[in-house]
């Protein structure tokens, strides 16, 4: 049976760039549950107005709401997944185990870097808001300016929690929180990590070896 990817990075290390990858490649599923929380958010449902305040600040989401919203949003006898983004604290791990995963097998993926690089890395961050690719505008700049090379949208925009004040707080976060989470793998014998400042193709090689 094969793995599931449980992958674990501070904001900007590099998981959705892989994720993308896996998924055309390898045939995972990639499910963030940033991305569903600002679907949720797009929709203007109640729930989106509820946690846009607290994504816009940088805050953690409730444990409860997210949890929802995972479980709503996949089906493990289906497909092979790539959890990004979840989880952010022990109980949230905990919880993808005994309720979600129930006994499949899943690697943890740290995605290490130094947390300097990430602020700029942050901030010139570009999403194609119609299929999603990732760009940086320094380093992976779109072939035509303001134009998705993968599906020629001319959507590129800037994260509402990608600007400078929010990022910081953000880090803080991660960092404030994912040392228990990554003792909860190592302890257990699931985590592998990766030096996130590696090209993306030797990373997707790493990873690909594993799975
Ligand atoms: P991300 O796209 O993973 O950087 O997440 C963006 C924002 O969504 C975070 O700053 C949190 O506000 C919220 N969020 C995403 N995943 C979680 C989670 N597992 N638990 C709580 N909040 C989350």
């Known amino acids: 049976m094969k793995s599931h990817l449980i992958f674990i990075g501070a904001p900007g290390s590099g998981k ?10 390898r045939g995972f599923k990639h499910i963030s549950t940033g991305d569903l929380l600002r679907a949720e958010i797009a929709k203007q449902s109640a729930l989106g107005l509820e946690v846009k305040k ?13 949890i929802r919203l995972l479980q709503a949003n996949i ?32 690697i943890a993926v740290y995605f290490e870097i130094n947390m300097s690089k ?6 010139n961050r570009r999403t194609c808001k ?7 505008l320094i380093s992976k700049k779109p072939k035509i300016t303001g134009t998705c090379d993968q599906c020629g ?9 990608d600007k400078e004040d929010v990022i910081t707080n953000r880090l803080k976060v991660f960092q404030d929180t994912v040392d228990p989470v990554l003792k909860y793998y190592q302890d257990l014998g699931r985590l592998m990590k990766v030096d996130a ?12 070896s594993k799975v």
């Open 118 to 123: 990430l602020v700029e890395r942050l901030t």
């Open 130 to 136: 119609d299929c999603g690719a990732i760009y940086n």
């Open 16 to 25: 959705g760039t892989q994720a993308s990858k896996l998924v055309s490649d």
């Open 153 to 161: 949208g001319t959507n590129l925009v800037q994260r509402a929690d």
């Open 54 to 66: 607290v994504m816009d600040a940088g805050q953690l989401v409730s444990d409860d709401l997210v």
């Open 197 to 208: 400042e590696m090209s993306p193709d030797v990373i997707f090689n790493q990873i690909s």
């Open 75 to 106: 089906d493990l006898n289906a497909s092979q997944y790539i959890f990004d983004g979840y989880p952010r604290n022990i109980a949230q791990a905990q919880t993808l185990d005994k309720e979600v995963l129930k006994g499949s097998p899943s």
